[in-house]
Structure formats: C-alpha cells, structure tokens
C-alpha cells in the first residue's frame, strides 16, 4: 500500500494502476475508521482493480465553532486497518496541500443544501462539495463511494456529478449499524457511556416510524411528530432537527406516497449525531 501526502504522489501512484489497465475505485474520508468506512473500501476492493482512499480532515467543511480541533484522528491505526482491506493507495494530505495560499476557488450546489444540515452547519456542503470536487480531480477515478448515514451529503453529490458533468460514477451503500441499532460514526467516541445509551433513542425513534408506515400511517406530519416527541422525551437529547422529506428530490411533502427520507440530527452533550431512514410506501 502506497501512502501519498502529495498530488503529485497521488497522481503518479494512480497514474500507475491506470496504465496497467485498472478500473479506479474511491472512498474519500475524514480518517479515524469504523466498519462503516470499511464497507465502502470492500465494495471497492470488490469492484475495481485499484483502491484509493483518501484521508483528510477538511477544515472548510467545519464552522467556527465545530469540532474540527478535536476531531478524533489515528494515523497509524487507519493505515494499518486500511492495509487489512486491501487498499492500494492512501492519500493523506496537509491542509496547505489542499488549500495553499491564496486558494479562492469553491463549488456550491443550491437548493439541495438549504435545508437538514445545510441549516444547522451553514457553509458545511460548501466545503464538502469544494473538496471533493478537487479530490476527483486529483484522483480521477471511475467510481466513488459513499454511505448512506451521510443521506443528504450522498444527493448533494451526486447533483454536483451530474451538473458539472464530472466523468465518474457514484455508488452510496447502506448505512453500517452497531449491534445495538447505533448507526456507526466517527463521532461516537465523545459520548459518554450515558450519552452512548440515550442515543439509542434515534435507531429507536427510526425504527418506530417505519413500523408506523408498515401499518399504514401516510401523514407526514404525524410521522415528524412521532419520532420528534419520542427524541426529545429522553432527556440527554438535545434536538437540532426532525425532517422528513422526499427522497432523493428532497423536496418538502405533505402525504407519504413514494420514498421520503426521515432525517435526524440530535446533540448529546458534545456529539451531534446524525441518522436517517428511508421510508418507503
Ligand atoms: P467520514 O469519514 O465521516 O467523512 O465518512 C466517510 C464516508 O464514509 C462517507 O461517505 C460517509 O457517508 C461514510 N460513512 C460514515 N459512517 C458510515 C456508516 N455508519 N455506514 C456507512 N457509511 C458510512
């Protein structure tokens, strides 16, 4: 496994696997593994003659007063799990890197980032879409994964691909779970045993309004409520949103009729956690 800090490395290791004729595969991250991040690199290794996974803590896609100082990092342990999976080539850039100085150059996807997260983290897509955007360039690669936890992350970019004719494919696999329902993040490591347990009310709280589809509840409204009321009776919950809307349009609804994604966001104490569910009629 080759480890690139540079575009120039990167591009040459890439360069390499394209001249012996193979398929590029890619999985951009923020690094510190979970099974989630390793299900797409398996798809990947599964689908493609070369692997590239990217690890890089993007400053841009945080807030100013975000976790991106003490976003859990381990070098050395991602490289390591990285290595198990099969992964040819790891990029982990510096910040200065990606942005040098005197970098002004962003790309921004409306609409579709202006509610859920793109609310509660103002700038945030702006940030991932940028660096993604320059990742691909970097990378070049035929297909890219993501995952579904990031339901809304997945459409922006996949509208970004498509409208600015990227030459790519993007495939979102589902979202990787505990055993307990807790959908796996890199963010789980600042809750605290107690925090760990009360968060067990979002698999919950999803879970429950698919159970309400199933039999037969359309009303958007009450659905919203349902899982809103069940949140925020547990008391380490604090609510940043509860949203349903269609999917993959995003688009606000009324009446379930086709697919909708039930989107979370709750904070419990310096995590904030995200989940969704897509419910289908
Ligand atoms: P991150 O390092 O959190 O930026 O995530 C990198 C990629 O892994 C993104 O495409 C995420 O959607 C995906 N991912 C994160 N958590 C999960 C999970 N629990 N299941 C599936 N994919 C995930």
């Known amino acids: 496994m080759e480890v690139c800090r540079t575009v120039g490395e990167v591009r040459a290791a890439v360069r390499r696997h394209r001249e012996r004729g193979a398929k590029i595969g890619f999985v951009p991250t923020m690094g510190y593994f979970h099974e989630g991040h390793l299900s797409l690199m398996r798809r990947a290794r599964a689908e493609c ?4 996974v990217s690890i890089f803590v993007n400053p ?8 991106l100082a003490e976003y859990p990092r381990d070098l050395e342990r991602d490289l390591r799990m990285a290595r198990e ?17 005197g970098y002004c150059t962003y790309v921004e996807v409306l609409g579709l980032t202006e509610k859920l997260c793109g609310l509660s983290r103002p700038g945030h897509f702006r940030g991932v879409t940028t660096v993604v955007a320059k990742l691909f360039n970097i990378v070049q690669p035929d297909v890219a994964y993501f995952g579904q936890k990031d339901a809304q992350q997945a459409v922006v970019i996949q509208r970004m691909v ?19 329902g807790l959908a796996m993040s890199s963010r789980n490591v600042y809750l605290s045993p107690e925090e760990r347990q009360a968060a067990l009310v979002i698999p919950r709280s999803l879970a429950r309004a698919v159970e309400a589809v199933k039999g037969g509840e359309r009303n958007v409204a009450v659905l919203r409520e349902m899982v809103r009321g069940m949140i925020a009776a547990e008391p380490r919950a604090q609510i940043d949103y509860v949203e349903i809307y269609g999917w993959p349009d995003l688009e606000p609804l009324t009446v379930l009729t086709d697919r909708a994604l039930l989107a979370v966001a709750v904070r419990f104490g310096r995590a904030r956690l995200i989940d969704n569910v897509v419910l289908e009629v």
């Open 60 to 67: 841009l896609q945080f807030g100013p007063r975000e976790d």
């Open 162 to 180: 498509r409208d600015l004719n990227m030459p790519l494919e993007v495939v979102v696999l589902p979202t990787v779970r505990e055993a307990d």
């Open 85 to 101: 999976v099969g992964v040819d080539v790891v990029f982990t850039p510096a910040d200065e890197e990606m942005y040098p100085p």
């Open 49 to 52: 003659g070369a692997v590239v």
